[in-house]
């Protein structure tokens, strides 16, 4: 099968607005001159777009017009490596995801524990941060939560109430295996994030084995929230300075 066939057929499987690059496509080395000409003849009859340089996508069609990928989409190429996550997009962009708030941030911090990731992708720019841990596709929805608890003083237009309630919703649905992982995980975290996770399972009886968040905290120490004690009333006892 010539090489602009076996690119179409794959293209043509591709859910629209799927972003992709060479080594998506089931190509040999040896034959990337010749994908990068019938890439260029699709790109003429607009079935795929040029995201930047390398990089493509199979647009969405609308009564609209053509829509571009979201933002998960077009960073994609960068959480992954051989087809692993080693990736996943932190901070501001991942808490207004959330519904944690309304503000979009310019640049998009991209978490990675072995490398510094930097993208530049359309209008796009991502930025490195570290990671506590490897990042997995087993773990990283939880790396998400324990950030988002990280950074809970500093989340713009915050609503404690709903924001809590968002993260006993989320620790609800968890399996009992997912839960010991995520405090296992949070172990890594500042002593910050082990305290409010703690809290927040207590608070609403999360079944969970809280006695390593508990054993891993100094007794002397305090963490300050941006939360009301009426909110969170058993804080006290994780050494939680509240509102």
């Known amino acids: 099968?010539?090489?602009?066939?076996?690119?179409?057929?794959?293209?043509?499987?591709?859910?629209?607005?799927?972003?992709?690059d060479y080594q998506t496509l089931i190509v040999d080395r040896a034959e990337y001159a010749a994908a990068s000409k019938a890439l260029e003849r699709l790109i003429k009859k607009e079935i795929i777009n040029r995201l930047s340089s390398g990089v493509f996508y199979k647009p969405k069609k609308t009564v609209f017009g053509t829509l571009m990928p979201n933002e998960q989409e077009v960073l994609k190429i960068y959480l992954f490596e051989d087809g692993k996550r080693i990736a996943y997009i932190t901070g501001v962009s991942l808490y207004n995801r959330l519904g944690l708030t309304t503000q979009i941030p310019k640049i998009i911090k991209i978490a990675c524990r072995d490398k510094r990731i930097f993208a530049s992708v359309g209008n796009i720019r991502g930025k490195a941060v570290k990671s506590y841990v490897d990042v997995t596709d087993d773990n990283y929805y939880l790396l998400e939560l324990l950030d988002a608890l990280k950074d809970f003083n500093q989340i713009p237009d915050l609503n404690p109430e709903s924001?809590?309630?968002l993260f006993a919703n989320k620790l609800n649905l968890l399996s009992n295996k997912e839960l010991n992982s995520l405090i296992t995980i949070a172990l890594k975290y500042p002593p910050r994030v082990r305290a409010l996770l703690g809290a927040i399972l207590e608070k609403f009886n999360v079944e969970s084995n809280i006695t390593a968040l508990i054993n891993s905290?100094?007794?002397?120490?305090?963490?300050?929230?941006?939360?009301?004690?009426?909110?969170?009333?058993n804080g006290i006892s994780w050494k939680l300075k509240l509102k």
């Open 217 to 233: 905290l100094n007794p002397f120490s305090e963490y300050q929230f941006n939360i009301p004690q009426t909110l969170l009333p």
């Open 163 to 165: 924001a809590l309630t």
């Open 1 to 20: 099968m010539r090489v602009a066939q076996k690119i179409v057929q794959q293209i043509q499987q591709l859910p629209e607005g799927t972003t992709f």
